[in-house]
């Protein structure tokens, strides 16, 4: 593992989903954690200071939508950096694309899971902080075209 830590949280109540996005993100080189439902994730998040939070839309006890506001609210009130959030579910995403901008996430990953996609996120998000500050890094060998998903 690096010096500096890129942290991610799957947050997911299928455990093959989230088996599978976290085995992808750690493929990139992110160190990952996992909670069951919406509620555990905002305490997990209150905890640990995530660089991207791939949060599943529908689950038991809290869904995806208010456990994002819940995360973003904690967040600003705490002054913390804003992670990189996607809601990802097999919904249209004409359906969940406004409430989920609304709740403040940075946009949408459809199940099935494109893994291009998936990894497109994980490399655009990636960061180390030193000294303080965010630099945004791309992994050796893997070019980024475009602007990074969910910057609008």
């Known amino acids: 593992m690096s010096r500096w830590s890129t942290r991610a949280l799957v947050v997911d109540d299928n455990e093959m989903h989230r088996a599978l996005l976290g085995a992808i993100l750690a493929s990139q080189g992110l160190s ?30 809290m869904d995806g939508l208010a456990a994002t506001a819940l995360i973003r609210e904690y967040e600003m009130d705490k002054g913390q950096g804003r992670a990189k959030l996607f809601l990802v ?22 199940k099935p899971v494109n893994f291009g996609r998936l990894v497109d996120v994980a490399q655009c998000t990636l960061s180390v902080r030193a000294n303080g500050e965010t630099v ?8 980024m075209s475009g602007r990074c998903l969910g910057d609008d």
Do not use: T, W
Request: proline share 3%.
């Open 32 to 61: 990952v954690d996992f909670a069951v439902n919406g509620e555990q994730a905002v305490q997990i998040a209150k905890s640990i200071a995530f660089d991207l939070i791939l949060m599943d839309f529908h689950m038991p006890l």
């Open 136 to 143: 945004s890094a791309i992994m050796p060998g893997r070019r």
């Open 89 to 110: 579910s097999s919904c249209d995403e004409a359906e969940i694309g406004q409430r989920a901008s609304f709740a403040g996430a940075d946009g949408y990953i459809g």
